[in-house]
């Protein structure tokens, strides 16, 4: 359930959201209410275990030339998808690194789960525990915490929504930045631009 709404809020837009799948879109077997839905990368569709267990390179939805998973109709399939939503997928990556790490950390030492988020999170980024209020309008943060990738302050929905890349902190892709970090990289840009 909760699990489900996580996955939905860092899936990539073409995948189908977990709580319209009941049954695999392969064999059609029913999921039972706690049982695990794969996506499929090149179709998005939701599969049990035996209908997608290949892997294949699926680049063309920006998951590079790794082989990742994929149900047999796709891997049967030599044709490519037409999308344009390639870098849609990076924050389902990241959310799977994160969560690799967070289970390696947690198999091997019993601590609780702040500290473990925290462990895999960069250095200059406030610890979750640290963060209650939002950094710029000071409004209480719950569950909606949300870390500027510039400063590593912590920021509510509201005050931290631009997506710019920032390479100095080695996100090269768009990511969350607040509204001050942001004006400080448009700056940045703004000479190499005007020359």
Not at 44 to 69: H, I, L
Not at 90 to 109: D, G, I, N
Not at 153 to 166: D, R
Request: charge should be neutral; include cysteine.
């Amino acid at each position: 359930m909760v699990t489900d709404w996580l996955n939905n809020k860092v899936a990539p837009p073409y995948w189908l959201p977990n709580h319209l799948i009941k049954s695999c879109c392969g064999c059609r077997k029913e999921f039972a209410p706690l049982s695990h839905k794969h996506h499929c990368r090149a179709c998005g569709n939701g599969f049990c275990s035996d209908c997608s267990s290949q892997s294949k390179a699926v680049p063309w939805r920006g998951w590079g030339m790794e082989p990742v998973r994929v149900c047999d109709k796709c891997f049967a399939s030599a044709e490519d998808f037409d999308c344009d939503d390639a870098n849609d997928v990076t924050a389902w990556r990241v959310k799977e690194s994160v969560a690799s790490a967070a289970s390696l950390v947690k198999a091997f030492v019993e601590v609780p789960v702040a500290m473990v988020t925290d462990f895999v999170r960069p250095d200059y980024w406030v610890p979750d525990i640290d963060v209650v209020e939002c950094f710029q309008c000071n409004g209480p943060i719950a569950n909606d915490k949300h870390h500027c990738r510039s400063c590593g302050q912590g920021f509510c929905s509201k005050c931290c929504f631009i997506k710019k890349p920032v390479p100095n902190r080695g996100w090269d892709y768009p990511v969350r930045v607040c509204s001050t970090c942001n004006l400080q990289l448009e700056l940045q840009v703004q000479p190499e631009n005007s020359m």
